[in-house]
């Protein structure tokens, strides 16, 4: 005998007689019925009613019967269930050692599916997370590991403010010496082969080499490219794991010193050298971190409960969100952003962004990506794995995932890119997926949602439909979900300005993604969790201000914005009058 949920369902003949207007015998409608039902009895009467074009005056009656047959046939089904659980159990064909296994094993764990939407609603990820349970008499004892503690002990260091700025201040030079190896690794790999190209080009113009020759060369140079390379990537990751060893043990005796003496003393570590050279802070953000144009709202959504909502619009590079501002002195303060992204680490106030990504097997990085995992690489991270880490560990996830999609799908139901990356092997990401990575090196980011984008979205003809805007709804509410309360969007969905990006294109495409955000937003007060405070839409760097200032524009026209009410006030009191009706 099994003690878990029976899935078996009895199929049961629903007979009922109704009289028409039209004939004088009656007419019999007999229909199968699953037992137990699962769904509403209101809606199947619906359904009945429209596919036998019922007549309406026999709605409330042949409700009334449904509901007494499905619930007269479940007791039913119940009772013949329990009577043959009891039959077993007297006929000594249950094994009781096995239940009371069950019974304890489920007293001491509960499986938590957690839903983690991937891409549309079409599919999702199953994480089975084990939890001790609600009856502590049975749970089993958890030790904390060390990652939990490390992150309790960061938080209340954190937020303790005598130790704010002395524990930024360290990160920073940690940063610093890490940028420092890198900027060499850079210098060398780009030395090599600048001299590896001028070699090549030196070889080709001789006439005198032949094929064999050139190859031999190519090879060679490839060879001592992988071995410079290597070499260097050791190097930092060592460094990096050094630093993050011992990061983690000065903020434990850290945390030490400040319970006993209730003052810090400055760390004083072999991997953070005072001799660094000089780095510009040009050469170090990779571009300017400051907005050309902004534009802030402030907006009520909902029909009864309304809720407020910040709502920026401007014009930046999307990795300013991510780059920090290295400084050479260590002891100034550190930049209000990246103060408030670490007070904001293990909270329930964290930030968002959306980073649209052309690479939709994860094998090899270019454009945008690449260019934000080299910021991502350019510090340690001390709380997470680190970027390409995680990069791994989603491609077994999301190779999972794209075969339970695959062998869920009816081949009907698909549209023109799902069968074409069916037949070409079935491994591919498709427009729309999104993952996410988290990171605690970055400027003004927590979350990054990697959305799967490719060239459809360069047309002008996409609409609510589109597995981006569907990427877009289910970005809103994990991050709705998980107290991602501040989340920026790329407005237009794309990071760069092009030819086809018109004024009219630019104004479609803003419009249709406002609409479909603004939705998104009140459909999110039926989601639960937290609510999205601040959202910010970006748009490409380089955009002209007349389009910029028309987005800024459409943006109050979309959302309700709240003005405040003018009263005049006049020197002399006036009474209102009244005019009387005739």
């Known amino acids: 005998m099994n003690f878990e949920e029976d899935d078996t369902k009895h199929i049961e003949t629903f007979h009922y007689i109704f009289p028409t207007l039209t004939t004088e015998k009656d007419q019999i409608l007999e229909i199968p019925i699953e037992i137990p ?29 449904l509901e007494h047959f499905i619930k007269t046939q479940t007791i039913e089904y119940h009772d013949r269930v329990a009577v043959e659980a009891i039959e077993n159990v007297q006929n000594n064909m249950v094994d009781v050692e096995d239940i009371i296994k069950k019974w304890e094993k489920l007293f001491k764990e509960v499986v ?19 939890y001790s349970q609600e009856t502590t008499e049975y749970a089993e004892k958890k030790i904390s590991s060390d990652n939990e503690v490390f992150s309790n002990v960061y938080h209340k260091l954190m937020h303790s403010g005598a130790a704010l700025q002395t524990m930024l201040q360290v990160e920073q030079s940690y940063a610093l010496a890490a940028s420092h190896v890198m900027s060499q690794r850079n210098e060398q790999i780009s030395s090599l082969t600048a001299q590896q190209t001028e070699e090549i080009t030196n070889a080709l113009e001789n006439t005198l080499n032949n094929e064999t020759y050139i190859n031999e060369m190519v090879a060679k140079h490839f060879e001592d490219q992988n071995l410079l390379q290597g070499r260097w990537n050791s190097e930092v990751d060592t460094l990096k794991e050094t630093q993050k060893r011992e990061y983690r043990e000065w903020i434990m005796k850290l945390l030490e010193e400040y319970q006993t003496n209730n003052t810090l003393s400055p760390l004083c570590s072999p991997t953070s ?3 660094i050279p000089s780095f510009s802070e040009t050469s170090v953000l990779g571009g300017s971190s400051i907005p050309m144009m902004e534009e802030s709202f402030t907006i009520h959504l909902g029909s009864q409960m309304k809720q407020m909502h910040n709502i920026r619009i401007m014009s930046a590079d999307i990795l300013d969100f991510c780059r920090i501002k290295l400084k050479n002195d260590v002891s ?53 794995p680190g970027v390409l880490e995680q990069l791994e560990t ?17 081949p009907g139901n698909l549209t023109t890119s799902e069968q074409q990356s069916r037949r070409s092997g079935s491994k591919h990401l498709q427009t729309g997926d999104v993952f996410l990575t988290k990171h605690s090196n970055l400027s003004s980011v927590h979350i990054v949602f990697h959305m799967i984008v490719d060239d459809s979205l360069r047309s002008n003809e996409i609409n609510s439909r589109h597995s981006a805007i569907l990427g877009l709804r289910n970005i809103l509410k994990t991050a709705c979900l998980n107290d991602i309360t501040t989340l920026t969007i790329p407005v237009l969905l794309m990071h760069e300005m092009t030819e086809e990006m018109t004024v009219a294109w630019c104004t479609k495409r803003a419009e249709l993604v406002f609409k479909c955000v603004k939705g998104f937003m009140i459909e999110m007060a039926s989601w639960g969790g937290s609510d999205l405070k601040n959202l910010q839409f970006l748009v490409p760097k380089g955009i002209s201000e007349e389009v910029f200032a028309s987005l800024a524009t459409m943006l109050p026209s979309i959302f309700r914005v709240s003005n405040p009410l003018v009263f005049k006030v006049s020197s002399t009191p006036t009474t209102p009058k009244i005019k009387a009706r005739r």
């Open 394 to 410: 989603l491609k077994i996830q999301i190779k999972d995932a794209v075969s339970w999609r695959n062998s869920c799908q009816h």
């Open 332 to 384: 100034v303060n550190p930049s209000p952003q990246r103060l408030q992204t670490a007070l904001g680490l293990y909270s329930n106030d964290l930030c968002g962004l959306v980073l649209l990504n052309d690479n939709n097997d994860l094998s090899g990085f270019s454009g945008l990506a690449k260019k934000f995992y080299e910021v991502c690489d350019c510090s340690t991270e001390f709380h997470f």
């Open 37 to 65: 039902f699962l769904g509403l009895v209101s809606e199947l009467t619906k359904r009945i009613m429209e596919n036998f074009s019922l007549p309406c005056y026999i709605e409330d009656e042949l409700n009334g019967a």
């Open 112 to 130: 938590h599916f957690k839903k983690v939407y991937f891409s549309n609603i079409k599919y999702y990820f199953i994480n089975y997370d084990f």
């Open 273 to 275: 050298p005072t001799d």
